[in-house]
């Protein structure tokens, strides 16, 4: 199961994550220590990112998404995960 996480901007470091325990160096979701880089393994995952995966599926797709419908998407995506007002 997945979820959307609004209002969090994405941490560059492990250790600036909320998700991060300082009390004992872990990651409370994949049990790693990593203060480092995000862990190859976080489950969290950038909006921008899922914009660009579908951008590279409609290209791939021979870009049958016209620009129009396109930014409509991507509107959509963004609005429901808190980063534009609707």
Do not use: H
Not at 23 to 30: D, F, L, P, R
Not at 53 to 61: P, R, T
């Amino acid at each position: 199961m997945s979820v959307i996480v609004t209002g969090m901007e994405m941490p560059e470091y492990c250790c600036d994550c909320p998700c991060y325990n300082s009390e004992n160096g872990q990651c409370k979701i994949t049990k790693d220590y990593e203060i480092i880089k995000r862990a190859f393994d976080c489950p969290l995952k950038y909006v921008e990112g899922l914009i660009e995966q579908i951008k590279e599926y409609n290209e791939f797709n021979r870009g049958e998404i016209d620009e129009l419908y396109m930014n409509d998407i991507i509107k959509i995506v963004k609005e429901y995960c808190g980063m534009e007002e609707g």
